[in-house]
């Protein structure tokens, strides 16, 4: 049984893809948990599987290649993975929303604003009222921050700036007022003034929603300004999970460490270089045996290559993966 408070627990959750070399784990046997209203940020470096893990959550994986292989995903009562695809169909979208990767592709260009944020409307609120639909299309998008909504409403998304799209694509996906919303690298693509922006708007609409957001990001820096809680992932697994003030406060695991030391401060002289983690991410097709950051760890022992250390309590809600511990 869950506690009351925990929204979505992800459990020792496997997701693997078939290739032309073989099949590969892109997700090999990660847990963690979300509770209400907390904003959990999951970082790591390019292809460490925090896209996948999303798309695991919402079902949404390439078929036919990808697959979950084991592990279950606990929405508030329910496991996820054994309903059937209709069941599925209602709690994406509309409990469970997602911000995709790459905002360009993910509005429709031949459409306007308006029209997008309407179907979408319609789609989970059938019965409502066109006129009623436009008024929410337009609180909507001033909740936002889109100025001047209601002539907004009539443009195409190619002749709003990135930032603004970036935006409408928030709106989207609060329309169904999600509990969870997953917001896949929502502000990479963006300026640094804009970036920080969406990341106030975001914490902004947390606050007037209540709803829990999955905020995946390649940057601790990002972490550090929105996120409650954070689970740093390595080449498939979870290689630390703690609350964000005690990660930065007293990072455990290798990697995290070297994570931290590359972030740059304002405060650290300007001509300390910053370090940067040595070596190479194993490819999924040649994982060592045991720890898979091994190759790159200043601290690996012999006890490293024998075999995957799981994940150990250190604290309160602290967890690493580290044979240190
Ligand atoms: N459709 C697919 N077919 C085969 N392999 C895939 C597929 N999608 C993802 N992968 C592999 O799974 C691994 C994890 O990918 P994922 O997209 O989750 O990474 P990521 O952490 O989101 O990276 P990024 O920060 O670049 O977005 C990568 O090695 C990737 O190549
Ligand atoms: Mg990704």
Redo the contacts with the bound molecule.
């Keep these: 049984m869950l506690k009351d408070s925990i929204l979505l627990k992800v459990e020792n959750l496997v997701t693997s ?1 078939s ?1 032309e070399n073989g099949r ?1 784990r ?1 997700v090999d046997d990660i847990s963690f948990e979300l509770r209400e209203k907390q904003i959990l940020g999951i970082v ?10 999303a798309l695991s959550i919402l079902r949404l994986l ?1 078929k036919p ?2 697959i979950i292989e084991s592990g279950k995903i606990f929405f508030k009562h329910t496991d996820i993975l054994r309903l059937p695809p209709e069941k599925m169909h209602s709690i994406r979208g509309n409990r469970i929303s997602m911000i995709f ?1 790459e905002p360009m592709t993910a509005l429709n260009p031949v459409h306007t604003i308006g029209k997008q944020l309407e179907e979408i409307f319609h789609l989970h609120f059938p019965n409502m009222p066109k006129k009623q639909i436009r008024d929410e299309s337009v609180e909507l998008l001033q909740k936002v921050g889109i100025p001047d909504p209601e002539s907004r409403m009539n443009e195409y998304p190619h002749q709003i700036s990135g930032g603004m799209r970036q935006r409408v694509l928030i709106a989207i996906a609060l329309a169904a007022k999600p509990d969870i919303l997953i917001a896949d ?1 929502p502000t990479t693509a963006l300026d640094v003034t804009i970036q920080s922006q969406i990341l106030d708007l975001m914490i902004q609409l947390q606050k007037e929603t209540g709803m829990a957001i999955i905020f ?1 990001t ?1 940057a601790l820096g990002v972490i550090a300004e929105i996120c409650d809680d954070v689970v740093v ?1 390595y080449a ?1 697994k979870v290689a630390e999970t703690a609350p964000v003030k005690q990660l930065f406060k007293e990072p455990k695991h290798p990697y995290t460490k070297g994570l931290l030391a590359s972030i740059p401060r304002l405060e650290s002289p300007r001509k300390k270089k910053l370090s940067i983690i040595k070596g190479m991410v194993p490819s ?1 097709y040649e994982l060592p045996q045991g720890c898979r950051f091994q190759n790159r760890c200043p601290d690996a022992m012999e006890i490293c290559s024998t075999r995957p250390p799981s994940l150990k309590r250190v604290a309160d809600d602290h967890f690493v993966s580290c044979y240190l511990y």
């Design positions: 893809f290739t590969i892109a790591g470096e390019s292809g460490c599987g925090k896209s996948v893990t390439p290649s990808g990767q690298e995946i390649h992932m498939g999924l």
